[in-house]
């Protein structure tokens, strides 16, 4: 989260104010874990952390994911794309808590069937189920609820374009 001002530290800020013996400066962690070298960078160019002080570890679930697309076969992305009824038309897939996003999901559904090619898949939240869909998909042919045991990764393999909001699904997407 590069925009957090608790990661955002000035030179000044690092080191203790010579005029307040109080002040010991920004307590720093003695180690930070990120994610990548994006974040690391980040955290010593822009947030003047000590080098030594961040480490990049990756991140298991995600790695596991690029693992997973990596190893997809066209045959695993044709199966998945038929189980979210695109067929061969072009996949959207919406990965979101209905709760999160009930104010923006008609409007995008109605968008979406406005373009002849598209079918767009809800992947429901783990916290939720596809019935919170009902009512909103019904007489939408474009539209397929999946489940939440529904794989990930050959979803995403499969589609053209990730919609969400507030999901850490839409970092996987960005990332792989």
Do not use: C
């Not at 955290?43 to 790695?63: I, K, M, N």
């Not at 690029?66 to 979210?84: E, F, P, S």
């Not at 429901?124 to 998909?137: K, M, N």
């Amino acid at each position: 989260y590069r925009h957090w001002l608790n990661y955002l530290h000035a030179p000044d800020e690092m080191a203790p104010d010579v005029e307040q013996p109080e002040d010991r400066g920004f307590p720093a962690p003695t180690r930070t874990l990120v994610f990548d070298g994006y974040a690391a960078r980040h955290l010593t160019e822009q947030g003047h952390f000590p080098a030594d002080a961040v480490a990049v570890t990756g991140s298991p679930r995600l790695d596991a994911l690029a693992r997973d697309v990596a190893r997809l076969t066209q045959a695993d992305i044709d199966r998945a794309r038929a189980a979210a009824g695109a067929g061969a038309r072009t996949l959207v897939l919406v990965a979101t808590k209905h709760r999160e996003a009930r104010d923006v999901l008609a409007p995008l559904l109605d968008a979406a069937a406005a373009l002849p090619d598209v079918h767009v898949a809800i992947k429901a939240h783990p916290a939720e189920t596809p019935e919170v869909y009902g009512s909103l998909v019904a007489g939408r042919p474009h539209v397929t609820v999946l489940s939440t045991a529904a794989a990930l990764a050959p979803l995403l393999g499969g589609s053209r374009a990730v919609v969400t909001v507030n999901s850490t699904v839409a970092l996987d997407a960005a990332v792989l």
